[in-house]
């Protein structure tokens, strides 16, 4: 599993995009995702991690739950994995539970994501580095 991304949740895409700005991140991709309905907008630095910003398209989006816990905020940490079904076989063994089943994602050329969780690991993305 190799470190992809972290995600963060918004309600104000541009607002958090000028504060990465402001620290010498640049804009990258910008994308709706209609499965998971949230805009995305990557960030990108040299020797830094790259940054998915998540925010609400309405109501629906489930994103929305974390934003109003939380505010503005880290929520998820994507690794890509070269075999999704074994990893997600792998790490359901260490009781992570399945919240969204693999699904293609716009932003990486349909290759598919799926998102699993556990309470001392929070919220953990896997992206297949096949399309
Ligand atoms: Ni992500």
């Given at each position: 599993m190799l470190f992809h991304h972290l995600g963060i949740a918004t309600k104000d895409i541009e607002k958090t995009k000028q504060d990465y700005l402001n620290i010498g991140y640049r804009e990258s991709l910008s994308v709706f995702d209609p499965i998971q309905n949230v805009k995305l907008l990557f960030l990108v630095k040299d020797n830094s991690p790259l940054i998915e910003l998540v925010s609400p398209i309405?109501?629906?989006?489930?994103?929305n739950q974390i934003i109003k816990k939380n505010g503005t905020t880290p929520y998820h940490i994507c690794f890509e994995v070269d075999d999704l079904d074994q990893s997600l076989k792998e790490l359901k063994k260490q009781r992570y539970i399945e919240i969204v089943k693999p699904v293609p994602a716009v932003a990486f050329n349909n290759r598919l994501v799926c998102f699993l969780y556990k309470p001392s690991m929070g919220l953990v993305e896997l992206l297949s580095s096949k399309s």
């Open positions: 309405d109501e629906d989006s489930p994103v």
